[in-house]
C-alpha cells in the first residue's frame, strides 16, 4: 500500500512553483535514493553519498537507457500500467511502470490547461497512428484522458482515415463554431497527411485551430529538421505556427511550444544542461547548449531525474528552450526531431 508521505508528495507536486522547486526536489531526491533500488544502486557506484546532497546541482541524473534494462520503481509500489516507447524495429524499448495512472493523468491535464486553457473549451482530433497500434502509449492514455474532458462527440483517433479526420473536423466546426480545435499527431502521421492531396483550405476559415506535433518519425520518413517539417506543415494546412509538445515515455509531465520548437515547461518540471563530453558536469548559463537533464517531480513513484539523449539549448532567458537534436538515434517520444 502506498505510504501517506507519497500522496502528500504527490499533493505538493500539484502546487509546486518556482519559489519552492528547489526544496521540493531535494526532498524527492532524499526519498527515492533510499526506496528506489536501481537509483541508490547508480548513487552508490557513483561513489556519492546521498547527505552530501544539498543542492539541486549535486544531484545525480538517471541515464534514461535505465528504463530499457532495469525496473525503475520507487517504495516497491505494484504498478497498475506498464508504459513502452515505440522504439524501431528490433530496439529495445523503454518501459515506465506507474503505480498511479490517476495522478499521471490529473498532472498531465493541469499541465495542458495552464498552457492552453479549460479542456471543456475544446474539440480533439488525434492523429497518432504509430501508437494506436499498440496499448500501452503513455501519449494515446493521457490524449485519451483529453478527448475525455471535451464531451464532444467529434473528439477521437484517426488511424490513416483522412476524409473520415477532414470530415470531422468541418462537422466540429460548424457545430461548435467557438470552441479550439485541435489536431494533435505524429510528426510523420501529419506530415502524411499533409502530402495526403486532401484540400485544407477551409481551415483558413477557423479563428482558433492549432496543430501540434508530437515528434519523431518512428523509422516511417526520413528524417527532417523541424524548421522544414514546419515549412511543410504550415503551408499544407495555412496556419501562422506549429506547436510542438516535449514528453517522452520515461516522463509524466510534459512541456509545449506555441510555435518555432521553443519549449516552456510547467512548474513541476526543470530542465539542465550537461558537457556533452562529460555527463556529470553541468553547464551554467553562459555555455547555452548540452546535453538535456530532466527534473520531473512527478515521477515520485518511479525516478525524478532523468539524463536523457536529447541534446538542446537555451534561449537568453534560461528558461525556454530548444531541441537540437539526440546524442544517437535511439528512439524516444518527444524527441522532436531530429537530427542534426
Known amino acids: 500500500m502506498q505510504s501517506s508521505n507519497t500522496d502528500i508528495l504527490k499533493q505538493r507536486v500539484l502546487s509546486v512553483d518556482e519559489s519552492n522547486f528547489d526544496s521540493l526536489a531535494l526532498e524527492i531526491f532524499q526519498f527515492q535514493a533510499t526506496n528506489n533500488p536501481v537509483y541508490l544502486q547508480y548513487i552508490e557506484q557513483l561513489g556519492k553519498k546521498t547527505s552530501d546532497i544539498t543542492s539541486v546541482s549535486d544531484i545525480p541524473f538517471l541515464p534514461i537507457e535505465f528504463f530499457k534494462s532495469q525496473t525503475i520503481i520507487t517504495n516497491q509500489v505494484v504498478p497498475k500500467v506498464v508504459f513502452e ?37 475544446f474539440q480533439i482530433l488525434a492523429l ?11 501519449l494515446v492514455y493521457m490524449v485519451k484522458s483529453f478527448i475525455e474532458q471535451t ?78 517539417v514546419h515549412e511543410i506543415l504550415t503551408a499544407a494546412f495555412g496556419v501562422k505556427s506549429i506547436h ?31 558537457d556533452v563530453n562529460d555527463p556529470f558536469t553541468l553547464v551554467d548559463s553562459s555555455v547555452r547548449s548540452g546535453g538535456i537533464n530532466v527534473i520531473d517531480l512527478a515521477n515520485i513513484d518511479s525516478c525524478a531525474f532523468i ?24 528512439d524516444i517520444r518527444g524527441c522532436n526531431l531530429m537530427t542534426l
Open 85 to 121: 516507447s515505440s522504439g524501431t524495429t528490433g530496439s529495445q524499448t523503454s518501459r515506465h511502470y506507474v503505480y498511479d495512472p490517476d495522478f499521471y493523468v490529473k498532472v498531465a491535464i493541469q499541465i495542458f490547461e495552464k498552457f492552453y486553457g479549460s479542456l471543456a473549451n
Open 128 to 138: 497518432l497512428p504509430s501508437y494506436l497500434e499498440r496499448n500501452n502509449s503513455s
Open 151 to 228: 464531451n464532444s462527440q467529434y473528439s477521437g483517433f484517426f488511424l490513416n482515415d483522412y476524409k473520415a479526420l477532414i470530415d470531422n473536423l468541418k462537422k466540429a466546426h460548424k457545430a461548435n463554431p467557438n470552441q479550439k480545435i485541435l489536431l494533435i499527431g505524429v510528426t510523420f502521421g501529419l506530415l502524411d497527411l499533409a502530402e495526403s492531396g486532401e484540400d485544407f483550405s477551409f481551415l483558413k476559415d477557423f479563428e482558433d485551430v492549432i496543430i501540434m506535433e508530437t515528434g519523431g518519425m518512428k523509422g516511417r520518413r526520413k528524417e527532417l529538421l523541424r524548421e522544414e
Open 244 to 274: 510542438s509538445e516535449y514528453g517522452m515515455t520515461e516522463l509524466l509531465s510534459q512541456g509545449y511550444s506555441y510555435g518555432e520548437g521553443i519549449f516552456e515547461l510547467p512548474a513541476s518540471m526543470r530542465v539542465l544542461l550537461r
Open 307 to 330: 539524463e536523457t539523449k536529447d541534446l538542446g539549448s537555451f534561449l537568453p532567458d534560461n528558461r525556454r528552450f530548444r531541441i537540437l537534436g539526440r546524442f544517437d538515434n535511439s
